[in-house]
């Protein structure tokens, strides 16, 4: 009878101890395995910061081509310009756009009319400020009202300063030269470099664009 109990005792206690070694073989496997995945985490997390941070900041071109453009023909031009230069391009927008009415050159009490036939007015920009900053060429472009620069171009030349800038005025029209429009927003900005500018038709190609470019240096 003792043997038996012996017997059974033995076996009890060799269970217990077989059971601790599984469990804590279980939890060491667990814990070996959430160390491991932790751990590949943490290293793809510092592989994407270490990549993030390696790469290059965007260059900032120092050319800018700033236009105003109230049926779209300055826009073209202007972006064609843009795309020979690399130069970023700025719209000047009217905060009250122009109308059709409001371009009607035969009507002398139309809007754009009476600003044309006031050198003080100054009609009000709606695009975001910008910074001319780092900008050592700027491209000013615009359509021919009336023979001269619209009076919102007095408005954004008034407005910045262009010490140490240089600055090309452009336009757009079915006929009339650029005038006397360069040297009128020159005499207002009191500041920069201002060279001749240049009229062009807004079917004006690439090539002919590139060729005065390349003219100017």
Not at 44 to 64: G, K, M, V, W, Y
Not at 107 to 128: C, L, M, Y
Request: charged residues 25%.
């Amino acid at each position: 009878m003792n043997k038996i109990k012996t017997l059974l005792a033995v076996m009890m206690v060799s269970t217990m101890v077989f059971s601790l070694t599984v469990s804590g073989s279980t939890d060491s496997d667990v814990n070996s395995g959430t160390q491991t995945t932790e751990a590949h985490i943490a290293s793809e997390e510092n592989l994407t910061e270490t990549s993030t941070d390696s790469e290059p900041a965007a260059a900032h071109s120092d050319i800018l081509v700033a236009y105003f453009s109230a049926t779209g023909t300055t826009k073209g031009v202007a972006e064609k310009i843009a795309s020979i230069t690399g130069g970023e391009l700025y719209e000047i927008l009217a905060a009250e756009p122009y109308t059709e009415d409001d371009l009607n050159y035969n009507d002398s009490s139309t809007r754009a009319t009476k600003e044309q036939n006031d050198k003080n007015v100054r009609p009000e920009i709606g695009s975001e400020d910008i910074t001319l900053e780092g900008y050592t060429t700027i491209y000013l472009g615009f359509p021919i009202w009336w023979g001269e620069e619209p009076r919102i171009l007095d408005t954004f030349v008034e407005k910045y300063s262009f010490e140490g800038i240089t600055v090309i005025p452009f336009c757009t029209s079915g006929g009339s030269g650029i005038g006397r429009s360069g040297s009128n927003m020159e005499a207002l900005a009191e500041s920069g470099t201002w060279l001749d500018g240049e009229r062009f038709s807004g079917s004006v190609s690439e090539e002919d664009l590139k060729s005065w470019i390349d003219g100017l240096k």
